[in-house]
């Protein structure tokens, strides 16, 4: 099923450390599926909300890290607002009930896991190496 995948431009600026999240803008859930499959990265889907502690403290104790940095520039990293149209839609769809989340997308545009939760920075990055090597698996066909 194809559906609007709308992603806000995040650029976090902290410790003189600029990270942009790459924005989706008005293209579909297919679209960016094959954007990071053509770019040979997985897909790294994070729900937030504004008013969630913990999604705060996840973006700025772990998204802010220069190693969470360099391990993001190895993935498509999208956000999606909780609370937004195209969050709910999306959470519902993804069975996602709780923020912070973040879910990695496998080439065909299916979810192949995720986190619950303000993780650590270990973990998080532990997740994002486990998704590229998880990408690489499907693709070989093994």
């Not at 220069?66 to 709910?88: C, H, I």
Request: net charge neutral; aromatic share 12%.
């Amino acid at each position: 099923m194809k559906a609007p995948l709308y992603v806000a431009r995040f650029v976090l600026v902290a410790a003189g450390l600029m990270l942009a999240v790459v924005s989706c803008g008005g293209s579909s859930w297919d679209a960016a599926v094959d954007r990071a499959n053509g770019a040979g990265k997985p897909l790294i889907i994070e729900f937030y909300a504004d008013w969630c502690g913990p999604c705060h403290r996840f973006e700025t104790q772990v998204l802010s890290d220069p190693a969470v940095a360099d391990g993001l520039e190895s993935v498509q990293f999208f956000r999606y607002d909780f609370d937004s149209t195209a969050g709910k839609y999306h959470a519902k769809r993804l069975g996602v009930n709780s923020v912070p989340t973040v879910i990695a997308v496998d080439p065909e545009g299916y979810p192949m896991g995720g986190l619950r939760g303000a993780v650590s920075k270990e973990r998080f990055l532990h997740f994002l190496g486990w998704a590229r090597a998880e990408r690489e698996r499907l693709i070989a066909g093994q």
